[in-house]
């Protein structure tokens, strides 16, 4: 029995995006570690490496509730990778979710097609 890699997922549990992706992950027949943002906020150097991986600019989720609540001053603030992961450090909701460590790569946001392929390695 060879040791699987294991798949991280990072989110809130109330989240329907992240509920869709993890059902998707269960019908797949896919085990993964769930990480729930409000329980276990990530540290500012783990959002600053998934930023360095995939941007900051896809990091964010510029359309959700967090993000719309934030005063105008703090909004216009974000403008690069470091003071995204500010932000984003003190308001972990305001990431874009899920975020999906899978051996070296990084997913963030659900898409059912990159998910397919990024993850054919670790289907049994």
């Known amino acids: 029995m060879s040791a699987m890699p294991t798949l991280k997922v ?7 995006t992240v509920k869709r992706a993890r059902q998707w992950l269960q019908s797949q027949g896919l085990d993964y570690q769930f990480i729930d943002f409000k329980k276990t906020p990530p540290h500012a150097s783990q959002i600053a490496a998934w930023a360095d991986a995939v941007g900051w600019e896809a990091l964010l989720n510029r359309r959700g509730t967090t993000w719309r609540k934030l005063d105008a001053a703090t909004q ?43 993850l054919s390695s670790f289907a049994r």
């Open 76 to 118: 216009a603030a974000v403008n690069d990778a470091a003071s995204a992961v500010a932000v984003l450090a003190q308001h972990p909701s305001a990431i874009r979710r899920p975020v999906v460590e899978a051996g070296g790569a990084l997913l963030v946001g659900f898409d059912e097609a990159a998910w397919r392929e990024a």
């Open 10 to 16: 990072y989110g809130l549990t109330q989240c329907d």
